[in-house]
């Protein structure tokens, strides 16, 4: 099959961009992002940029799931824990790399449609879970990995806690109202190393379920 131009100029941007890791790239490359943007979208499937799902929420830039992807250093054992399904592109990319996703989305309509994206795509090695993402997923742990893609204002302390030692989790923090950068937490023998990596925009983390009409 002859590779979609837009996907392949998408590609070599994020290369020049410095994303680096061949099988980050390669993971965005399998994944088609025209699958998870809202049909009024499909045309900007490969522009590098976020873009509006339902539920008032965002399926993250290309750069940023490659630059957290790569930030993430996953390899194909590995058993990763996602809070923030949305779109659940983040989770198809992860899924190419690791033994198994697990992914929490506090919105039942987002679970529902990204499960069935999933399906269609033949993806079996991501379970999913509608629930609070504060709280991570207690009955699965430890996790290799953790990755959060929406923005809390410190790290949440179950998912430290449920991460293995050696155990790296990439989240954005907004530490100051309005300023969010994203950070690299390994857990250590001893406690835990906090790395900057950049400045980053993300929907908030919301804490506990939508109520009723909501979900
Ligand atoms: N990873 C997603 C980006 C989603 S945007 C993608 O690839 O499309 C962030 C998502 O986090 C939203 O869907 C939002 O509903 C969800 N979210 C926010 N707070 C949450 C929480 N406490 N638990 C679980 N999901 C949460």
Redesign the pocket.
């Known amino acids: 099959m002859t590779p979609d131009p837009r996907k392949t100029t998408l590609i070599a941007g994020l290369r020049r961009q410095g994303i680096s890791d061949e099988r980050v790239l390669a993971a965005l490359e399998s994944v088609p992002r025209e699958a ?1 943007v809202e049909d009024a979208f499909a045309d900007q499937a490969y522009a590098d940029q976020a873009l509006p ?1 339902s ?1 008032g ?4 830039q290309p750069y940023v ?1 490659a630059f957290m992807t790569q930030a993430l250093n996953v390899d194909a054992g590995h058993r990763v824990l ?10 198809a990319v992860l899924s190419q790399l690791c033994k198994r996703v697990y992914t ?4 039942r309509t ?1 679970a529902e449609k990204s499960a069935s994206r999933f399906k269609a795509l033949k993806i079996r090695n991501v379970t999913q879970q509608v ?4 709280k991570g997923w207690p009955q699965l742990a430890p996790f290799d990995r953790v990755i959060v ?2 923005a809390a204002k410190d790290v949440p302390r179950a998912l430290w806690e449920q991460m293995v030692v050696g155990g790296i989790m990439v989240i954005p923090l907004e530490e100051r109202a309005g300023k969010q950068d994203l950070y690299r937490i390994t857990r250590t023998a001893e406690g835990v190393e906090r790395e900057h990596l950049l400045p980053v925009r ?7 379920l939508p109520k009723g009409s909501e979900t």
């Open positions: 998870f799902m539920c929420q965002t399926i993250s799931v996602e809070i923030g399904t949305g779109s659940g592109y983040q989770a929490v989305e506090r919105f987002l629930g609070d993402g504060y893609t929406a993300f929907v908030p983390l919301v804490e506990g």
